[in-house]
C-alpha cells in the first residue's frame, strides 16, 4: 500500500515563504501524478497543485497561480510546494495526493492521501 508523509508545514507571516515536502513510499513513484489539496476549517478539501509523472505539466487554480510551485524528484520519491506571498487565506491542512497516470484535480480522483501538515498564515 502506498503511503505518503507530508512535512515543512508551520507558522508565517503574511508574505512570507515555506516549503512544504513530501515522501512517498510503497509505491512506483514515477506512474504516479501528484498533488497537493488543502482543507481549512469548515471548508471543504480544495486542489491546490498537481504534476505529471514526469514532471513536465504542471497545473494550479487561479488562487496560487504566481504563488505556488509543486516539482518532484523521482530518484527520491519526493514531490514538493514551494508557498510564496503567503496569505491568511492560505491557512489549512496541506495534504499531499497521488493518482495514478492522471493529475489529480478533484478529492475523488485521487488514490493516496497523506495525513496532512498544517500552515498557518499570520497577518
Known amino acids: 500500500q502506498g503511503q505518503l508523509v507530508e512535512s515543512g508545514g508551520g507558522w508565517v507571516q503574511a508574505g512570507g515563504s515555506l516549503r512544504l515536502s513530501c515522501a512517498a513510499s510503497g509505491l512506483t513513484f514515477s506512474t504516479y501524478a501528484m498533488g497537493w489539496f488543502r482543507q481549512a476549517p469548515g471548508k471543504d478539501r480544495e486542489f491546490v497543485a498537481a504534476i505529471s509523472r514526469g514532471g513536465g505539466y504542471t497545473d494550479y487554480p487561479d488562487s496560487v497561480k504566481g504563488r505556488f510551485t509543486i516539482s518532484r524528484d523521482n530518484a527520491k520519491n519526493m514531490v514538493y510546494l514551494e508557498m510564496s506571498s503567503l496569505k491568511p487565506e492560505d491557512t489549512a491542512v496541506y495534504y499531499c495526493?497521488?493518482?495514478?497516470?492522471?493529475?489529480?484535480?478533484?478529492?475523488?480522483?485521487?488514490?493516496?492521501w497523506g495525513k496532512g501538515t498544517l500552515v498557518t498564515v499570520s497577518s
Open positions: 495526493a497521488a493518482r495514478g497516470t492522471f493529475l489529480p484535480r478533484t478529492t475523488t480522483q485521487v488514490n493516496y
